[in-house]
């Protein structure tokens, strides 16, 4: 296969399908493109993260927090679109907290669910999710099969990956989701964000997330961002033939 260079992109042959991995921060952006053998993009995003014999992987920094990671990931499908060179899959990854024990530090978690943790009111009998206020959704589940291979290719555990606006920084809080969402593996602040831009598309979604830390407390002391940064990079390293042998018709 051939690849042709155009103002700094390897561009794959048309028809061939194209991935999204979008990240919070430019630090999750360089674990990811490490992953695939190319040097850390420049700023100024969307940038190539790598490109394979079957696929094209841009890998994005959008931005903290659920609201803006939507806008830039929503920026970035329809400029592709626009360009006739669509998005088959959107990839919300970075590090984020992990729900003790199952989700230790520095092991990686898939998202069966993404779920907005937060989005809904808080009333005298606790708190409502807005779907059952009349409106919108609070989850999206990616499709199964890629879960699955996902979750065996790389050595992630299968669960609720949690967004939310505000991090958990207390055990009562932490007692309190996990409660709600008895299934949640890992928190963090961008993942619904983004795969509401992937629906708003068409476009199937996942989520992967690299422990840190743990939810709860917060013990700066006892974050482990690098070791989270290097599982992070070992996971998008085994995900390649995933990738190219996953079709979106599977689910």
Same mark, same amino acid.
């Given at each position: 296969?051939?690849?042709?260079?155009?103002? #700094?992109?390897?561009?794959?042959?048309? #028809?061939?399908?194209?991935?999204?991995?979008?990240?919070?921060? =430019?630090?999750?952006?360089?674990?990811?493109?490490?992953?695939?053998?190319?040097? =850390?993009?420049?700023?100024?995003?969307?940038?190539? /993260?790598?490109?394979?014999? $079957?696929?094209?992987?841009?890998?994005?920094?959008?931005?903290?927090?659920?609201?803006?990671?939507?806008?830039?990931?929503? =920026?970035?499908?329809?400029?592709?679109?626009?360009?006739?060179?669509?998005?088959?899959?959107?990839?919300?990854? /970075?590090?984020?907290?992990?729900?003790?024990?199952?989700? !230790?530090?520095?092991?990686?978690?898939?998202?069966?669910?993404?779920?907005?943790?937060?989005? /809904?009111?808080?009333?005298?009998?606790?708190?409502?999710?807005? %779907?059952?206020?009349?409106?919108?959704?609070?989850? $999206?589940?990616?499709?199964?099969?890629?879960?699955?291979?996902?979750?065996? !290719?790389?050595?992630?555990?299968?669960?609720?990956?949690?967004?939310? =606006? %505000?991090?958990?920084?207390?055990?009562?809080?932490?007692? !309190?989701?996990?409660?709600?969402?008895?299934?949640?593996?890992?928190?963090?602040?961008?993942?619904?964000?983004?795969?509401?831009?992937?629906?708003?598309?068409?476009?199937?979604?996942?989520?992967?997330?690299?422990?840190?830390?743990?939810?709860?407390?917060?013990?700066?002391?006892?974050?482990?961002?690098?070791?989270?940064?290097?599982?992070? %990079?070992? /996971?998008?390293?085994?995900?390649?033939?995933?990738?190219?042998?996953?079709?979106?018709?599977?689910?």
């Amino acid at each position: 296969m051939e690849l042709q260079a155009e103002e #700094g992109r390897l561009i794959a042959p048309a #028809g061939l399908g194209r991935v999204l991995v979008a990240t919070a921060v =430019s630090l999750e952006r360089d674990a990811v493109a490490q992953a695939f053998g190319v040097p =850390s993009p420049k700023p100024h995003p969307p940038r190539p /993260g790598g490109t394979t014999a $079957h696929h094209t992987t841009d890998v994005i920094a959008v931005g903290v927090g659920p609201a803006l990671a939507a806008a830039s990931t929503a =920026s970035a499908l329809t400029a592709a679109a626009l360009k006739g060179t669509p998005y088959g899959l959107v990839v919300s990854a /970075g590090i984020g907290g992990g729900f003790l024990p199952e989700a !230790a530090m520095g092991s990686l978690v898939v998202a069966d669910e993404i779920v907005a943790a937060d989005l /809904g009111a808080e009333t005298e009998d606790g708190f409502v999710p807005v %779907t059952e206020l009349g409106f919108g959704t609070v989850r $999206h589940r990616p499709p199964a099969d890629l879960v699955r291979r996902v979750s065996e !290719a790389a050595g992630a555990r299968a669960g609720a990956v949690l967004t939310v =606006s %505000t991090v958990t920084g207390t055990a009562a809080r932490a007692a !309190a989701l996990r409660e709600r969402h008895p299934t949640a593996l890992a928190e963090a602040m961008e993942g619904f964000g983004v795969a509401e831009a992937a629906a708003a598309h068409g476009v199937p979604v996942l989520e992967i997330r690299a422990i840190s830390n743990p939810v709860g407390p917060r013990d700066r002391a006892a974050w482990r961002i690098p070791d989270a940064l290097a599982a992070l %990079t070992e /996971g998008f390293g085994k995900l390649t033939p995933v990738l190219e042998g996953w079709n979106r018709h599977d689910r």
